[in-house]
């Protein structure tokens, strides 16, 4: 029974981490999409809605009943063009990346037998961290062609 269940139950953080990327969890706002779907998210998880200004971005922090923070990084053309979360669970990023999630798919189906550390994607127009500490998920996603020519990519916290 130990041989079974031993070493390959337990691969490593990085298969947690992978699972709970490509799992269910609630919608929210995809990157490189209109900023409208933002409220609305916070309808549908029943989060609290923070708005900020800053010079060259809006920032929506949506905060879900887990203790989750997503924050959505909104251009002046309205358009999401970074997220990043922070909490004890890690958001649906089918959902959160939209047509930016084939590239971490393919990232993930090509580093099957990868082990620890946090996964970084840096291909396509597309960055995306992601990791996680003592059950603290966090991470980063944004598209460089999308951000405002006065913010940089730092930003995306």
């Known amino acids: 029974m130990e041989e079974r269940y031993g070493w390959r139950s337990m691969r490593s953080s990085w298969g947690i981490v992978l699972i709970l990327i490509l799992g269910a969890a609630p919608a929210w706002a995809a990157l490189g999409q209109p900023e409208s ?3 609305t ?3 549908f998880l029943r989060g609290q809605i923070r708005d900020e200004a800053h010079e060259g971005y809006r920032l929506h922090l949506i905060t879900d009943p887990s203790g989750t923070v997503v924050r959505e990084y909104v251009s002046p053309a309205g358009v ?3 997220i990043s979360w922070q ?3 890690v958001p649906n990023m089918q959902q ?3 047509t ?3 590239h971490l798919q393919q990232y993930a189906q090509a580093q099957t037998g990868r082990r620890g550390g946090p996964l970084t994607i840096q291909k396509n127009g597309f960055v995306f961290t992601s990791g996680v500490h003592m059950r603290s ?5 944004y ?3 999308l951000l405002p020519h006065s913010v940089s990519p730092e930003v995306v916290q």
């Open 143 to 145: 598209v460089p062609n």
């Open 96 to 98: 959160l990346l939209g």
């Open 37 to 39: 779907s933002v409220s």
């Open 80 to 82: 999401v063009f970074g």
């Open 41 to 43: 998210d916070g309808q």
């Open 100 to 102: 930016y999630f084939t």
């Open 137 to 141: 998920y966090h991470g980063r996603a």
């Open 87 to 89: 909490g004890p669970t």
